[in-house]
């Protein structure tokens, strides 16, 4: 537990630079206001980022017990990483793909590195969790 807080706290730390504003309460997820795709077929990155985040809120409330026994923490304590996650992927990612990027590219770059943030904070390898989850369903 003190792991994750000291990493929420080099989380929170990092965003002072200027995505502070990512970092309130995920939004509601099923906000598409933002979601339309131009002529390109690309979205608002910052609103594909938001509802990402809620999203991932959203199915981190709904995981199952037995699944979220794989991370080892709370539920309260898994929504705080799973976000503090996203949070800190957003400013490595979306310079890249300002102002505007294609849905599909989102699950490659934000959702695989918010994975992978959230796994080395938990100090947890893929393969145990993937194990673990695959066990749990």
């Known amino acids: 537990m003190r792991t994750i807080f000291s990493y929420c706290l080099l989380v929170a730390a990092s965003l002072t ?3 502070c504003a990512h970092a309130a309460a995920p939004p509601a997820a099923n906000d598409h206001a933002n979601l339309e795709r131009d002529a390109q077929g690309k979205v608002d990155t ?8 809620a999203r991932s809120a959203t199915k981190g409330r709904a ?21 503090a996650s996203f949070v800190g992927c957003y400013p490595q990612i979306a310079p890249e793909h300002r102002p505007r990027m294609l849905p ?10 918010a994975r992978k943030t959230l796994l080395a904070g938990l100090k947890l390898d893929s393969d145990t969790a993937n194990d673990c989850i695959t066990k749990a369903d």
């Not at 599909?104 to 590195?113: S, Y």
């Open 104 to 113: 599909e590219n989102a699950i490659p770059a934000l959702g695989l590195c």
């Open 46 to 53: 910052d609103a594909l980022f938001a509802f990402m985040r």
């Open 17 to 19: 630079y200027g995505a």
């Open 63 to 83: 995981l199952s017990d037995k699944k979220l026994q794989c991370y080892g923490i709370s539920r309260a304590q898994f929504l705080a990483a799973v976000d």
